[in-house]
T-cell receptor, first 113, second 115 residues
Framework: DGGITQSPKYLFRKEGQNVTLSCEQN?????MYWYRQDPGQGLRLIYY???????QKGDIAEGYSVSREKKESFPLTVTSAQKNPTAFYLC????????????FGPGTRLTVL | AQSVTQPDIHITVSEGASLELRCNYS??????LFWYVQSPGQGLQLLLK??????LVQGIKGFEAEFKRSQSSFNLRKPSVHWSDAAEYFC?????????????FGGGTRVLVKP
């Protein structure tokens, strides 16, 4: 089955620890995105990548980092510098520049204790 | 900058009744418009999209949306709601071939379905 997988579904971390969220796609899509979702605020873009080894900051990149070493993988690290990391994180991908349509993974809920 | 407004945070509708969710956008050029649905604790699923052509767009699960340029709106409708339609719905606007092909999302509308 083609799709986007995110793991784990639930993640708990202590305050001050870095944590990495996984996002993998087997759709052969060029672009990948990370969003943060908080209640009542819709989705806010953290980082995106249009090709391997290249990525751009979104609207709320502070306290986050990413890498894109392989086309199918786009991990997100939530660092200790992120002031309020508890949220639902969604990964998405887009086939290529000919389309705006993004397809989403199932999400990871991160809770920092 | 582009923006999307979904004026209704919550809507409650009886099963079998019709549903309309409002979406207004702000964008200087022809927008590319999307509706997504999210079940609790899940990712987003694409319902439908508008790029050009016929302003009435059909989507999955019996949903349709109408693009009205004069009103800067892209409202989502369903003639008869099923209990499984209870979810959160997001409208989004994109800029074709702009940097990153980024989407801007509205705040969402949560739909509750009464038996």
């Amino acid at each position: 089955d083609g799709g986007i997988t995110q793991s784990p579904k639930y993640l708990f971390r202590k305050e001050g620890q870095n944590v990495t969220l996984s996002c993998e796609q087997n759709l052969n899509h060029d672009a990948m995105y990370w969003y943060r979702q908080d209640p009542g605020q819709g989705l806010r873009l953290i980082y995106y990548s249009q090709i391997v080894n290249d990525f751009q900051k979104g609207d709320i990149a502070e306290g986050y980092s990413v890498s894109r070493e392989k086309k199918e993988s786009f991990p997100l690290t939530v660092t200790s510098a992120q002031k309020n990391p508890t949220a639902f994180y969604l990964c998405a991908s887009r086939r290529d520049r000919s389309t705006d349509t993004q397809y989403f993974g199932p999400g990871t809920r991160l809770t920092v204790l | 900058a582009q923006s999307v407004t979904q004026p209704d945070i919550h809507i409650t509708v009886s099963e079998g009744a019709s549903l309309e969710l409002r979406c207004n956008y702000s964008y200087g050029a022809t927008p590319y418009l999307f509706w997504y649905v999210q079940s609790p604790g899940q990712g987003l699923q694409l319902l439908l999209k508008y790029f050009s052509g016929d302003t009435l767009v059909q989507g999955i699960k019996g949903f349709e949306a109408e693009f009205k340029r004069s009103q800067s709106s892209f409202n989502l409708r369903k003639p008869s709601v099923h209990w499984s339609d209870a979810a959160e719905y997001f409208c989004a606007v994109g800029r074709f071939k702009a940097a990153g092909n980024k989407l801007t999302f509205g705040g969402g509308t949560r739909v509750l379905v009464k038996p």
